[in-house]
Structures are given as structure tokens and as C-alpha cells.
């Protein structure tokens, strides 16, 4: 079992940018593949970016490549989501996840059972 807590969210205005950061206690991380997922008001949880244990493989979802970044540090048992070129409908909440085992496969994440509070992220003028 790991503890996620989630911080950075706010109000940004279309356009903007924001930092999310994880932090991780209580159990394995430099381990592990983590994951970032969001879930707007009605809507299911769907997933954002992954990063493997060491940082050096990032998986994004389509809708997000190329305005957001996943990093990791083990050092600190940290993992941030950089936020680029927010648009109106990416207002959600925002979690991240540790892997569900310490094997994970480029582009086929499968979350562990534990989530944070989540932060929430709004888009709006």
C-alpha cells in the first residue's frame, strides 16, 4: 500500500499552465511506473500520462501529447505533471497512481488500488 497526495491545482485561465506534483510515502516507488488520471464531473476516470520506473519511458494519452510532460524524481518519491496549453474542457479532478506491479510494458497501464484526494484542476475566463 502507498499514500498519494496530490497537490498544484487551481484556476487557469485557456492557454495557461500548471504544475502537479505527487507526492509518495509508505510503500514502494523507485519500484514502480506511476500514472496521472483525471475525472471531469459525469464522466469516468481516464488516464493521462505514465512514467516508468526510472523516468526514461513516458506514455501520454493522445489528447495530451505535446503540451504535457510526466517527470519523476525517486530521490524525493516525487512525480509532476506539467500542464501546458490548458483548454476549457480539461477541467477535472487530477490523481496519480502507482503501477499495479513493478512490470510495466510501454502504453499498457494498468492502475494499483490506491489514489490519492486529487487536485482540482479549472480551465475557465
Known amino acids: 500500500q502507498v499514500q498519494l497526495v496530490e497537490s498544484g491545482g487551481g484556476l487557469v485561465q485557456p492557454g495557461g499552465s500548471l504544475r502537479l506534483s505527487c507526492a509518495a510515502s509508505g510503500g514502494t516507488f523507485s519500484g514502480y511506473a506511476m500514472g496521472w488520471f483525471r475525472q471531469a464531473p459525469g464522466a469516468e476516470r481516464e488516464f493521462v500520462a505514465a512514467i516508468n520506473w526510472s523516468g526514461g519511458v513516458t506514455d501520454y494519452a493522445a489528447f495530451v501529447k505535446g503540451r504535457f510532460t510526466i517527470s519523476r524524481d525517486n530521490a524525493k518519491n516525487t512525480v509532476a505533471l506539467q500542464m501546458n496549453s490548458l483548454k476549457p474542457e480539461e477541467t477535472a479532478v487530477y490523481y496519480c497512481?502507482?503501477?499495479?506491479?513493478?512490470?510495466?510494458?510501454?502504453?499498457?497501464?494498468?492502475?494499483?488500488?490506491?489514489w490519492g484526494q486529487g487536485t482540482q484542476v479549472t480551465v475557465s475566463s
Open positions: 497512481n502507482r503501477h499495479r506491479s513493478s512490470m510495466y510494458y510501454s502504453g499498457s497501464y494498468f492502475p494499483g488500488p490506491d
